[in-house]
């Protein structure tokens, strides 16, 4: 079973288009995330939410709107894309444990190619 | 916020040998400290993790530790072998907080 999943796992398309990312988490998660990797593996996060509502809106540009139906998903929406949105996006999600920490699931990764 | 640099940026070992990878943080209000191990066409993965309250962790052949006064922790791999050629990252986070605050990555590739 797939704990954090994520759709597609490819996507290549042209400057100006608007393309969607799908995650989904069956752990029971309350806390989901989006991340994106450059091309130096730089990880640097971009959104959470908890419990359906954003906690974290890191400083990304207002074509990139997530949305988060439910506990269990996190979509990522990207309007007129460019090409420096070309990266990997991984979702994530977690828990906090008992002793406070907040220990992250991440999915396999969403490799956009723009055009 | 959070400002965590990690060193090397590559590291090539012989199989057999020792990698330890270097971890500083800026926050001295942070007290936990992840390390994520990430191959090739993955995700990050979990493979240890220390808290402030603790200076060392031992698991199998990985170990981390933790200087709390000179903001500093490392991860070390012992008797390394070809399954561990991977990116490595470091984090470190505040309490109570989600943001998960990552080092730069280092690759390590482990020579047959």
């Known amino acids: 079973d797939t704990a954090v999943s994520q759709t597609p796992k490819y996507l290549v398309t042209q400057m100006g288009n608007d393309k969607s990312i799908k995650c989904e988490q069956n752990l029971g998660h309350d806390t989901m995330y989006w991340y994106k990797q450059d091309s130096k593996k730089f990880l640097k996060i971009m959104f959470s939410y908890n419990n359906k509502e954003l906690i974290i809106n890191e400083t990304v540009p207002n074509r990139f709107s997530p949305k988060s139906p439910d506990k269990a998903h996190l979509n990522l929406h990207i309007n007129s894309l460019e090409l420096g949105d070309s990266a990997v996006y991984f979702c994530?999600?977690?828990?906090?444990?008992?002793?406070?920490?907040?220990?992250?699931?991440f999915g396999a990764g969403s490799r956009l190619t723009v055009l | 916020g959070e400002n965590v640099e990690q060193h090397p940026s590559t590291l090539s070992v012989q199989e057999g040998d020792s990698a330890v990878i270097k971890c500083t943080y800026s926050d001295s209000a942070s007290n936990y400290f992840p390390w994520y191990k990430q191959e090739l066409g993955k995700g990050p993965q979990l493979i240890i993790d220390i808290r402030s309250n603790v200076g060392e962790k031992k698991d199998q052949r990985i170990a981390v530790t933790l200087n709390k006064t000179a903001k500093h922790f490392s991860l070390h791999i012992t008797e390394t072998q070809p399954e561990d050629s991977a990116v490595y990252f470091c984090?470190?986070?505040?309490?109570?907080?989600?943001?998960?605050?990552f080092g730069a990555g280092t690759t390590v590739t482990v020579r047959a």
């Open positions: 994530a999600s977690s828990r906090r444990q008992g002793t406070g920490a907040n220990v992250l699931t």
């Open positions: 984090a470190a986070s505040n309490p109570g907080d989600y943001k998960l605050s």
